[in-house]
């Protein structure tokens, strides 16, 4: 009761379940939630989802899906770097006892090739295992994003619906990357952010991507790999690595050097 009386206020969906989901989890102790329920309970307290409407059933179990899986990730992400951590103390400790050990031998005899030949073998064995654990982490991010595009398909194999009928919103074609970068972010504009699934009143298709936080909506775009072109070379610009990215960000990107629309 406490984590539902603290949502009474002006948070969003995603917020209230990030914030709330392992209490959630925890007392729920294995059993099903009753989604209909809390949607209405939602709708009580003034939750609403992305558009600023208060949230269906499958708009509600869609959130917690994603929720779930990027703050699996996000852990993982953590577990990852902590592992990392503290091999690399490890191997820090080991060559500091190394290298005190040379020294010793140094101060008594001449080094000799003996003592060498242990020296290299010890950076070769560095090396071989620094390098099987790049490859374990590359295995291991891909498969995990394989099955994550696995799952999101078949969650999303429903037939889409055009939910935005052709014309409500504007649309121009960018003809130059100067102009996609006056554009405002799609937050500030005075229609919602285009979503994944709805209809492009320009071409018919439906869009691949959510319209990103703090970058230029869809809706100013004939094309949205022109919309992927612009958002790439601008989240390149303000991330230096990948790690700082969110998923859906770094998804764009991903599809932005796949089509080659980032130079």
């Not at 560095?126 to 999101?152: G, I, T």
């Not at 889409?160 to 960018?174: L, N, R, S």
Request: contains cysteine; glycine residues 4%; hydrophobic residues 35%.
């Amino acid at each position: 009761m406490a984590v539902l009386e603290e949502a009474s206020g002006a948070l969003s969906l995603r917020t209230w379940m990030e914030r709330h989901r392992a209490e959630i989890l925890r007392h729920r102790d294995g059993r099903r939630i009753d989604w209909v329920a809390l949607c209405r309970w939602f709708s009580d307290v003034g939750l609403v989802n992305a558009r600023g409407l208060a949230p269906t059933v499958r708009c509600a179990k869609m959130t917690w899906y994603r929720v779930g899986k990027w703050m699996e990730a996000r852990k993982e992400r953590a577990s990852v770097r902590a592992e990392e951590a503290a091999r690399t103390a490890t191997f820090r400790e080991e060559a500091e006892q190394l290298t005190n050990q040379a020294h010793i031998h140094r101060e008594r005899v001449k080094p000799g090739a003996e003592l060498k030949e242990k020296m290299e073998q010890a950076e070769r064995a560095a090396a071989s295992a620094r390098e099987k654990r790049e490859r374990d982490e590359r295995d291991r991010v891909q498969q995990s994003r394989q099955a994550e595009f696995d799952a999101r398909k078949a969650l999303e194999s429903a037939p889409v619906v055009a939910t935005t009928p052709p014309g409500q919103y504007p649309k121009q074609k960018i003809l130059s990357d100067e102009r996609g970068m006056a554009l405002p972010p799609c937050e500030e504009e005075n229609f919602p952010p285009a979503k994944k699934g709805e209809i492009s009143g320009a071409t018919g298709n439906p869009w691949e991507f959510d319209d990103l936080p703090g970058y230029p909506s869809k809706w100013h775009f004939e094309y949205e790999l022109d919309w992927v072109r612009v958002v790439s070379r601008m989240l390149r610009q303000r991330h230096e690595t990948n790690r700082t990215m969110t998923m859906d960000e770094e998804d764009v990107v991903m599809c932005g050097q796949s089509y080659k629309y980032v130079i």
